[in-house]
């Protein structure tokens, strides 16, 4: 089992950067596939990035590719999402999430969440 946390969410204005961070807890957090996604009011919960557990190969959704990059430290046992050119349509609850499928963009892959962190994007 995994417990995971995230931290760094907050208010920032358009063209900002934040860094999203996630501490996992438990056992075998280097064998987790690891993601990054998003809710905004009203509407479903989307695919930002993931990252392999092995070599650390890295998905972005093309909303974020070129801007978001996510990162792991398997010592650490955290996850990182450092967000940059940030837009007001990037405004979302951040979640960081643990499962068994490498790369996957669909949530039901994911076994283990955290509660969520808010960044909001002001224009």
């Known amino acids: 089992q995994v417990q995971l946390v995230e931290s760094g969410g907050g208010l920032v204005q358009a063209g900002g950067s934040l860094r999203l961070s996630c501490a996992a807890s438990?056992?075998?957090?280097?064998?987790?596939?690891m993601g990054w996604f998003r809710q905004a009011p009203g509407k479903e919960r989307e695919f930002v990035s993931a990252?392999?557990?092995?070599?650390?190969?890295?998905w972005y959704a093309d909303s974020v590719k070129g801007r978001f990059t996510i990162s792991r430290d398997n010592v650490k046992n955290t996850v990182h999402l450092q967000m940059n050119s940030l837009k007001p349509e990037d405004t979302a609850v951040y979640y960081c999430?643990?499962?068994?499928?490498?790369?996957?963009?669909?949530?039901?892959?994911?076994?283990?969440w955290g509660q969520g962190t808010q960044v909001t994007v002001s224009s």
């Open positions: 990252i392999r557990r092995g070599d650390g190969q890295t």
């Open positions: 438990g056992r075998f957090f280097s064998s987790y596939a």
């Open positions: 999430a643990a499962g068994y499928v490498s790369g996957s963009a669909v949530v039901k892959d994911y076994t283990y």
